[in-house]
């Protein structure tokens, strides 16, 4: 879809091919694989992981897990994992220091989440 909106606003098919790729990489399901390999991608694929930190991406999380019927408990396991995947793999020292600066506060609500629910296990 992206690349036909890209196309019809008048994007040359070359440019068209170049932010589909920059989208390919940006993702922490495949970054074992797809490393990013421009400029580009690696700022996005930085950005994206700092969207999933903070207040708004907590409540993503938490709205996502709920939709699918999963408990809290389940939703916290699985961010706590795409948070230290993510971590692992940022791309930029920019996007290391802005992760790390929010990367407190998340830890923080999550083992008081935890706490406030009886499963107190250990941050990894």
């Given at each position: 879809?992206?690349e036909?909106?890209l196309?019809e606003e ?6 068209a091919?170049?932010?589909?790729e ?11 694989t797809?490393k ?6 690696k700022?996005?694929?930085d950005?994206d992981?700092?969207d999933?930190m903070?207040v708004i991406?907590i409540a993503?999380v938490?709205?996502l897990?709920?939709?699918m019927?999963?408990?809290p408990?389940e939703?916290?396991?699985w961010?706590?994992?795409?948070i ?11 996007g290391?220091?802005?992760f790390?600066?929010?990367l407190?506060?998340?830890v923080g ?7 406030s629910?009886g499963?107190k296990?250990p941050w990894?």
């Amino acid at each position: 879809m992206i690349e036909t909106i890209l196309l019809e606003e008048g994007c040359s098919d070359e440019r068209a091919k170049q932010v589909l790729e920059i989208i390919a990489q940006h993702s922490t399901e495949h970054v074992e694989t797809v490393k990013p390999t421009s400029n580009e991608a690696k700022v996005l694929f930085d950005a994206d992981k700092l969207d999933g930190m903070g207040v708004i991406g907590i409540a993503r999380v938490f709205a996502l897990f709920g939709q699918m019927g999963k408990s809290p408990i389940e939703a916290i396991a699985w961010y706590r994992n795409k948070i230290s995947l993510a971590h692992h793999h940022l791309q930029t020292e920019e996007g290391r220091r802005l992760f790390e600066a929010r990367l407190e506060y998340v830890v923080g609500f999550l083992l008081e989440l935890e706490y406030s629910s009886g499963d107190k296990q250990p941050w990894p």
